[in-house]
T-cell receptor
């Protein structure tokens, strides 16, 4: 089954404790992206990657890092999480410029 | 001004009703347009692309007005299962994969 998977789905952590949210797709898509969704603000792009070893900042990259060592994986790293990074995070992948397939989401709470 | 603006709703309609949502975008260079559907706490999923000539998919009709910079979605014969949030999405043409999401319009269809 074609899908985008994310782990963990739910995470509660404390300020400053490094964490990684994994994202994996099995559709051989070149493009992958991370978004965060907050009430009243909609989905905002954090980082995106056009292919292996090619990543670029989206609209809200501060406090996040990404890597793309393999085509299928695109982890999101929070080196020192803060409460304002409490949000719902979505990973997405696509093979075209437009249609994106989203993962199920990761709900992160930073205390 | 937000790049993509939508009425948040909620729109409360009875089953069988026809309902229409509008969305406005600010970047006249926007290249392509979409409607995504998002169920509560789930990932967004592509509902349909929006073409200049207008397009229809079953009970759903999408229209684009470039001169006025707005996009519309019409749902005929509403079903209970249509209850969801509808996201207006624009590729603003400033780069590959630069999708901008509206905050969504919530639809509630009641028996």
């Amino acid at each position: 089954e074609a899908q985008v998977t994310q782990n963990p789905r739910y995470l509660i952590t404390v300020t400053g404790k490094k964490l990684t949210v994994t994202c994996s797709q099995n559709m051989n898509h070149e493009y992958m992206s991370w978004y965060r969704q907050d009430p009243g603000l909609g989905l905002r792009q954090i980082y995106y990657s056009m292919n292996v070893e090619v990543t670029d900042k989206g609209d809200v990259p501060e406090g996040y890092k990404v890597s793309r060592k393999e085509k299928r994986n695109f982890p999101l790293i929070l080196e020192s999480p803060s409460p304002n990074q409490t949000s719902l995070y979505f990973c997405a992948s696509s093979s075209t410029a437009n249609t994106q397939y989203f993962g199920p989401g990761t709900r992160l709470t930073v205390l | 001004r937000k790049e993509v603006e939508q009425d948040p709703g909620p729109f409360n309609v009875p089953e069988g009703a026809t309902v229409a949502f509008n969305c406005t975008y600010s970047n006249s260079a926007s290249q392509s347009f979409f409607w995504y559907r998002q169920d509560c706490r789930k990932e967004p999923k592509l509902l349909m692309s929006v073409y200049s000539s207008g397009n229809e998919d079953g009970r759903f009709t999408a229209q684009l007005n470039r001169a006025s910079q707005y996009i519309s979605l019409l749902i005929r014969d509403s079903k209970l299962s249509d209850s969801a949030t509808y996201l207006c999405v624009v590729n603003n043409g400033t780069g590959f994969q630069k999708l901008v999401f509206g905050t969504g319009t919530r639809l509630l269809v009641s028996p």
